[in-house]
């Protein structure tokens, strides 16, 4: 079987999720590092363009979302399950609900209060960068400050809810076993932690300190480095994956295979283009190629992002 091959980058958060992954599932990866920000001339030859890591490699399928490389571990190596107890399906379901919040109510204000509170340790090319994704002009390093005390108000509301959480945990979110259900809620909070250090805010609640520890403890599996050109070798010495569509699906853009398409998230610039292999109400499939690395297949989850037909 293809190595793992995480691009990712230290103070990502979602990559921290990812890692986490690994650490739960035991798994052994290799390690290429990503530039925070734009350029990423080593990255987007393997993901059609999109910018956003991490991403996971497996030869030459590149998956290009959190989310989805989720589904592709419990795919490849469903034991120890992400979805634990008597009903797989249900808390697979559950979970998807809790990470619907968790990465979108709770983050995202966690993150703008916390870089809005250390803007000046940051430089302005960051700021701009991520300005840029969002689309919205670059902001002043004072502007960005003054966002951290209205986001605050909203990320208190939503830890108490993870307090809440925590408080009936046992030890674990869902029983006796950690599950992608402790990982969605967990790394919010460790980027809260990792670009401030310790919160006073979870300091208040000792049962969420406490199972912040159990999930840490999971830890990162097996990682050993690897180059960004070592892992454009081996996308170029690779045959991604053959995929057949569903012949029987509409999607609601009216786009199918073998159109030339456009992959981007709902809320960001960061488009990925190439000719769409398949699509279902699950996943997105793209072929892109990039002289770097040949064909790559490019998989995105359905949910979270768009599409729309390109010109050739």
């Known amino acids: ?133 969002h689309g919205k002009p670059k902001p002043t390093v004072e502007q960005v400050q003054a966002s951290a005390e209205r986001n605050l108000a909203q990320a208190r509301p939503q830890i108490a809810r993870v307090h809440d959480l925590a408080a009936a945990a046992a030890p674990y979110l869902f029983g006796e076993t950690p599950g992608l259900a402790d990982i969605v809620v967990y790394h919010p909070l460790w980027l809260l932690e990792t670009l401030g250090g310790p ?50 699906y509409r999607s609601p853009e009216s786009v199918g295979p073998g159109e030339q398409i456009s992959v981007s998230p709902l809320e960001e610039k960061s488009a990925a283009t190439g000719t769409l292999l398949a699509i279902d109400d699950k996943r997105i499939v793209l072929r892109a190629n990039h002289e770097r690395v040949g064909e790559v297949n490019v998989h995105f989850p359905r949910a979270g992002y768009r599409l729309r037909q390109v010109e050739d």
């Open 199 to 248: 919160s006073e805010m979870i300091d208040a609640a000792p049962a969420t300190r406490a199972w912040m520890s159990r999930v840490a403890a999971l830890g990162h599996g097996a990682p050993v480095g690897m180059s960004a050109s070592e892992a454009l070798d081996v996308a170029r010495g690779s045959e991604p994956e053959e995929i057949a569509p569903d012949p029987a």
């Open 1 to 133: 079987m293809a190595e793992l091959i995480l691009h990712h980058y230290d103070f990502s958060n979602f990559s921290e999720k990812v890692r986490l992954i690994f650490g739960l599932k035991g798994l052994d990866w290799r390690s290429v590092d990503v530039p925070s920000t734009a350029p990423k001339p080593n990255f987007t030859p393997l993901t059609g363009g999109h910018r956003r890591a991490p991403a996971l490699q497996i030869g030459a399928d590149v998956y290009a979302d959190s989310a989805i490389i989720a589904d592709e571990l419990e795919r490849r190596y469903p034991e120890p399950t992400l979805y634990p107890g008597d009903n797989p399906a249900q808390t697979a379901a559950l979970t998807a609900a809790l990470a619907a919040w968790a990465e979108r109510d709770l983050l995202w204000p966690l993150a703008r209060y916390i870089t809005g509170l250390h803007a000046d340790r940051f430089p302005e090319s960051f700021h701009y960068d991520r300005a840029t994704l």
